[in-house]
Structure formats: structure tokens, C-alpha cells
Nanobody, 119 residues
């Protein structure tokens, strides 16, 4: 069993910053890519950023230049530093991870953390 738990969401004013974290735990042998997605009210879930085990990153166009994804492989943790936040960044942010356990490989998701960008 693998669990992903996000933290760091909250209410922030436009132009502000937040740092999201996601920690994976359980019967983990190794983790390949980890990523962040978000879902705004009334919209579909969308990709935000991704980082491989070798720290190769890629971002959605909406995140480029403002968000930075990083990871700590020793702690099975991924972070998302979000700067210059805009009201349109308001969403529930989910992390996911491509996990290899001692039995199989699968994609796991956290339950999400709410980011609310408003004055």
C-alpha cells in the first residue's frame, strides 16, 4: 500500500507565493516520475509540472517561469514552489507518483490540497 499526502495549500493574495509538498509512504521500492496536477471548480484536472527521478522537469505553459518543481529522492517527497500567483491558479492541487513497489508498478494520487488565490 502506498499513500501520497499533500500539504502547504491555503489562501494567498494575488502576487503571493506558496510551497506545496507531497510525501509518499508505504511499501515503496523506488519512484520514477512525480508530478502535480490541478483541478479548478467546474474544470477538468490539468497537468502542472513533472519531475523524473533524474530531476528532469517539464511544465505546463501556465506554470513556466512562475512555478518550480523539485524532489528529495531520499525522502520520497516532491515540492512545488509557486510564485506570482494569480486568481486563475485557484484549484485543488494533486500530486501523483509512478511508484514501483516490491510487487508491482502503479500510479498513485494524493487527495489534494486547496490553493485559493484571492484578495
Amino acid at each position: 500500500q502506498v499513500q501520497l499526502v499533500e500539504s502547504g495549500g491555503g489562501l494567498v493574495q494575488p502576487g503571493g507565493s506558496l510551497r506545496l509538498s507531497c510525501s509518499a509512504s508505504g511499501s515503496i521500492f523506488s519512484i520514477n516520475a512525480m508530478g502535480w496536477y490541478r483541478q479548478a471548480p467546474g474544470k477538468e484536472r490539468e497537468f502542472v509540472a513533472r519531475i523524473t527521478s533524474g530531476s528532469v522537469t517539464n511544465y505546463a505553459d501556465s506554470a513556466k517561469g512562475r512555478f518550480t518543481i523539485s524532489r528529495d529522492n531520499a525522502k520520497n517527497t516532491v515540492h512545488l514552489q509557486m510564485n506570482s500567483l494569480k486568481p486563475e491558479d485557484t484549484a485543488v492541487y494533486y500530486c501523483n507518483a509512478d511508484v514501483i513497489t516490491y510487487r508491482y508498478r502503479d500510479i498513485y494520487w494524493g487527495k489534494g490540497t486547496l490553493v485559493d488565490v484571492s484578495a
